[in-house]
């Protein structure tokens, strides 16, 4: 992971850190305003894509919080 520093700037981590928090912060809102029309299986389901995308965002900011660290 710290071969990243050699193709990638710090700016453009905090770009990466910033565009990926977008999508969650998207789908917790779908789900709060639509819950109750959406059917139970798809509830589980956007459970688990919300759960893989603060995946994602929390590994983007790590990696931008870690890149001057060695």
Do not use: T
């Not at 193709?7 to 910033?18: I, K, P, T, V, Y």
């Not at 589980?44 to 990696?63: D, K, N, P, T």
């Amino acid at each position: 992971m710290k071969r990243y520093r050699e193709f990638m700037s710090r700016g453009e981590c905090l770009l990466n850190a910033l565009l990926s928090c977008i999508i969650p912060v998207l789908l917790i809102l779908f789900c709060w305003l639509a819950w109750k029309d959406i059917p139970s299986p798809c509830q589980g389901l956007l459970i688990l894509l919300l759960v893989l995308q603060l995946g994602s965002c929390a590994f983007h900011w790590y990696r931008y919080l870690a890149y001057d660290k060695k």
